[in-house]
């Protein structure tokens, strides 16, 4: 059993907020100045100690252990400039102290991750840019459907993080708010100024109510389901990279970093790395789901429970990242087999719609044209025949309005050419793409 003063503690991670915890105090001490509830001379002595301090976090000295960081931090302070360092807690509480802290430290971080999104998107730019010709099967079901250009099946993920980096702005809007000055619940008697701490930090505006601000973790939730969803782009972007490269597919080659062997067969060459984000998805999503599991049914205002925010937060914050650089590395070293892709978009009666399409332009209702063009297909699977096999005869009895030209039509590339419609996947329209996605993540 551990003792219960260990038990309740959080230091052990909660010190990673030292730095914003002494910033925020710095600013909380200015305000307090400024309102004339503490002296000029109290407020250097006490901004002196915490800059001191704040220069020791930053070389990775940490103040020694106490229960949590700010009374870490309290403590040390009082230890390098004696009793005055205790007068910083004024008009303060804890519970209004961890949710500024909190809220600084994820500020950060947002912006970290959505420059490492951004990153991310440059590489899925870069690599269709640079096999903008490359043809392969598009999927539904993971049946070939139609041939579409692998460049654009790679934008749809710079779409997806895309809108990550958006979903990431507008939960830093929710996040920017002060919750200082609402001290253990009911706000204070000191006549203090929250709108001038608030412009010190750099947030946007003040709480509006003090009882909502020290119980309120929506903001630590709302990253958590941003953070949720971008894991969830990189898992289904690692599955596709895991089926492109198996030998069945063979689309991709991974550089060997980012593949394992097997300790019994020599022939292996596993996507380890892509797996392992795949499976970092369910422990984000798990990270998600224990802070709204730790906020259900809690009774306003501050309980301890929600001491229990900061693991999950953090786990994401590091998963995410880690596995947000991991991507971009394997997509830069990424080798894609253009020959393997061609040959599996020739495959599969991907011309089908564009046979029932031609009937369609020539008067037959698609529903016919669809079932003619179902048995042309029957016909040719059972002939052993691909559709560019077939002769102008052939083609006749299944229908008399199609002529040998239509065999034209079929290949990937004429496919692929017709797709016109906006944001399909002809060349004019992934070339805008990737013009506006340049716009959007490399022009800052
Ligand atoms: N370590 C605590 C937390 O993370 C700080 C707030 C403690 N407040 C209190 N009333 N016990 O939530």
């Given at each position: 059993m551990p003792k219960f003063q260990d038990f309740i503690a959080s230091y052990a991670f909660d010190k990673r907020l030292a730095w914003y915890d002494a910033v925020g105090s710095i600013a909380h001490v200015r305000m307090l100045k400024k309102c004339g509830i503490i002296s000029s001379s109290d407020e250097k002595k006490i901004i002196k100690g915490l800059e001191s301090i704040i220069k020791d976090a930053e070389k990775g000295k940490l103040p020694p252990a106490q229960e949590d960081i700010h009374y870490a931090v309290e403590k040390e302070l009082i230890r390098r400039?004696?009793?005055?360092?205790?007068?910083?807690?004024?008009?303060?509480?804890r519970n209004d102290q961890v949710a500024l802290d909190l809220r600084l430290y994820l500020r950060d971080e947002i912006i970290r991750l959505a420059d490492l999104l951004n990153a991310l998107q440059q590489e899925l730019v870069s690599a269709a840019e640079k096999n903008i010709g490359a043809v392969m099967p598009g999927y539904t079901h993971l049946q070939p459907a139609q041939p579409v250009l692998f460049s654009h099946h790679l934008l749809a993920y710079a779409w997806m993080f895309q809108r990550d980096k958006e979903r990431f702005s507008d939960c830093y809007d929710r996040v920017n708010v002060l919750p200082l000055g609402?001290?253990?619940?009911?706000?204070?008697?000191?006549?203090?100024?929250r709108n001038f701490t608030a412009k010190l930090l750099g947030f946007a505006s003040v709480s509006e109510n003090s009882m909502d601000s020290v119980s309120d973790r929506d903001f630590a939730a709302e990253f958590l389901s941003c953070a949720s969803i971008a894991m969830m782009h990189l898992s289904r972007l690692s599955e596709e990279l895991i089926v492109w490269s198996s030998a069945e597919f063979g689309f991709v080659r991974l550089a060997d970093e980012f593949t394992s062997g097997s300790s019994i067969m020599p022939q292996k060459r596993n996507p380890d790395v892509a797996e392992i984000i795949r499976g970092k998805s369910g422990r984000v999503y798990g990270n998600q789901t224990a802070l709204l599991s730790i906020l259900?049914?809690?009774?306003?205002?501050?309980?301890?429970?929600?001491?229990?925010?900061?693991p999950p937060v953090f786990d994401t914050v590091d998963t995410l990242s880690s596995c947000l650089e991991v991507t971009a590395a394997m997509l830069a070293s990424l080798k894609i087999n253009p020959g393997r892709m061609l040959s599996a978009a020739q495959?599969?009666?991907?011309g089908a719609t564009e046979l029932a399409d031609y009937l369609a332009r020539k008067g037959i209702p698609f529903r016919e044209a669809h079932g003619v063009v179902k048995n042309l297909v029957s016909y040719c699977v059972s002939s052993g025949k691909v559709f560019e096999d077939l002769n102008a005869a052939e083609l006749k009895r299944f229908?008399?309005?199609?002529?040998?030209?239509?065999?034209?039509?079929?290949?990937p590339e004429s496919i692929v050419r017709t797709?016109?419609?906006?944001?399909?996947?002809a060349l004019p329209s992934v070339k805008l793409q990737i013009r506006k996605l340049k716009k959007l993540c490399f022009q800052k």
């Open positions: 400039i004696g009793p005055v360092g205790g007068k910083m807690h004024t008009a303060r509480s609402s001290a253990a619940l009911a706000g204070t008697s000191f006549k203090i100024d259900k049914g809690l009774p306003l205002t501050y309980n301890r429970d929600l001491q229990e925010d900061k495959n599969g009666y991907m229908s008399p309005v199609f002529s040998s030209e239509v065999l034209k039509l079929v290949l797709k016109t419609s906006y944001g399909g996947t």
